[in-house]
């Protein structure tokens, strides 16, 4: 069986310790590779590689900054159907979903920000005939970025990408819980030339691996996806080191649907937006709100589409809903159907485990599930499920949703489903996210600024909001006179 490797200082190496972890394929519930179970050994040795890789990367001009990592983005378009199978393996995800998203947006990811950084200006502020201020912007040094399971290579290159195209060097680590994409691009970094250091990846546990790059003297940038609980722990230990953080976490978005919206499209959306990827994107719709005049006729149409929905292998071109990532969050979402039971939520569809046949019959599935009944303060409508699992509420009026809405301790996305021009302003404008999405789900411009408020996290992604993040700004006041 395959033993992912380490990728530092430019070779690919066992972890330091000679231990690993199991790596399972969800969609069969058994083991099919071995992951390394690094250590603050492995993270040092990734540190030190990454310290002497950046006096030279961070001065190498953009445009071979830029070069190299085209090339990079060029060698994942030409892998696509290798690494969508992969991501698929390791996941559980329908193999379409990641030729169609996953791997496509990691080579936009690096295409992305090799271009952005030949057009990124820093500011100058005249003060007339007195001074003159021009801003210096130099990469930080080192920075660690840790990355989650549910988008795992997607994700992973949204934090590389702009830290290495400012002259950054790297030490990331994927989620151990989908590992394999990252080893992939390790070999195709080497194939493309990126001068050894200046991208370290350690594989291994967020306890291990993860604490040990949070808690890095020379590590002063941190970058993660993850958790809300997670996110609290490392800025718990990185703030006080004064390290600049970056923290996109959970979310429990609403989707909110007026009576006089696209009812067909809205529908259609809806069904993306709830269990696309099994509902485990943090941009997932999972609390839907619909006008009460529409309520019936929403949950008649919604439950008849999500009951044809077919769950089942991920590379069969049929299959809308793959594996759920592990047998433990299998189970955790599982757990929530039964509180929501308990909370007095009516399970509309859905709501059980799907055993296949044959080879799949040890795999994690879920069945797309619908609940109502449930009042929007309760557990289930407050809680991070992270799985095929939406509840469905009506309301009265735009006061009333707003506060159904921002009821939360999360505050990623919000989805809007109406025609009325005024009043999609007015709600956008009060509702607490950091991304509205109006009668639409999951279109990104990779200009826009990504990220959430309260609990969703601090700081944005995307456009120049990553490379000011990656980089630090120095004014230089010059006098005239
Ligand atoms: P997680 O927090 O368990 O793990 C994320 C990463 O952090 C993993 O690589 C893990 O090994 C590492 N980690 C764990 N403990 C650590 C520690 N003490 N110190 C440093 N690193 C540690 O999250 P997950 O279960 O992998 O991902 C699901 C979560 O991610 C959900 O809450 C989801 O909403 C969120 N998410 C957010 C966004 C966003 O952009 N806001 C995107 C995707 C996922």
């Given at each position: ?124 502020h005249s003060m007339e005939d007195t001074a003159i201020n ?343 006041c010059?006098k005239l006179?």
């Amino acid at each position: 069986m395959l033993k992912i490797k380490n990728y530092i200082n430019g070779e690919l190496l066992e972890p330091l310790g000679k231990e690993y972890i199991d790596n399972y394929n969800p969609s069969i519930g058994k083991v099919y590779s071995f992951i390394p179970d690094s250590d603050e050994r492995d993270v040092e040795l990734a540190t030190q590689a990454a310290l002497s890789a950046f006096p030279t990367w961070s001065v190498t001009p953009k445009e071979e900054r830029s070069r190299i990592m085209l090339k990079i983005s060029e060698l994942i378009e030409k892998n696509l159907e290798r690494f969508a199978i992969a991501e698929s393996t390791d996941n559980g995800k329908p193999v379409s979903l990641a030729r169609m998203v996953d791997i496509p947006r990691a080579a936009s990811n690096f295409h992305f920000y090799a271009t952005a950084i030949l057009h990124y200006a820093s500011e100058s502020h005249s003060m007339e005939d007195t001074a003159i201020n021009y801003t210096l912007r130099t990469p930080v040094g080192v920075a660690g970025c840790i990355s989650p399971w549910n988008l795992p290579l997607y994700l992973f290159t949204w934090k590389i990408a702009p830290a290495i195209a400012s002259g950054n060097c790297v030490v990331a680590k994927p989620s151990e819980i989908t590992p394999m994409t990252a080893y992939l691009l390790s070999e195709l970094c080497i194939e493309a030339g990126l001068p050894k250091g200046v991208l370290n990846i350690v594989h291994g546990y967020g306890h291990k691996v993860g604490a040990a790059i949070t808690a890095h003297p020379k590590i002063p940038l941190i970058s993660f996806t993850g958790g809300t609980k997670t996110g609290a722990e490392i800025a718990r230990v990185a703030a006080p080191m004064f390290k600049k953080l970056s923290l996109e976490l959970g979310g429990k978005n609403p989707n909110i649907i007026f009576a006089d919206c696209d009812f067909e499209k809205m529908i259609k959306t809806t069904l993306s937006s709830s269990f696309a990827n099994q509902g485990q994107i943090c941009l997932c719709g999972s609390r839907i709100f619909i006008e009460r005049s529409i309520y019936e006729k929403f949950k008649t149409e919604f439950v008849s589409r999500v009951k044809k929905m077919k769950v089942g292998n991920p590379a069969d071109a049929e299959s809308k809903l793959g594996a759920v990532v592990s047998k433990s969050h299998m189970e955790k979402v599982l757990s929530y159907v039964d509180l929501a039971k308990q909370e007095g939520g009516i399970v509309l569809c859905g709501g059980v485990q799907v055993k296949l046949d044959g080879e799949f019959a040890e795999g994690y599935y879920i069945a797309p599930t619908v609940i109502e009944g449930l009042d929007y303060n309760c557990r289930t409508n407050q809680e991070e499920i992270f799985g095929p699992v939406v509840t469905i509420t009506p309301f009265d009026t735009e006061e009333e949703v707003l506060m159904f809405a921002n009821s939360t301790q999360y505050g990623l996305a919000s989805i809007l489903w109406t025609e009325n021009l005024t009043r999609a302003h007015r709600m956008a404008s009060n509702l607490h996210s950091g991304i509205v999405w109006i009668n639409c789900w999951l279109l990104r411009d990779l200009r826009t600024p990504f990220g959430g408020v309260k609990g969703s996290g601090v700081g944005r992604e995307g456009g120049f909001e990553a490379l000011h993040f990656f980089t630090e700004p120095k004014n230089v006041c010059i006098k005239l006179k």
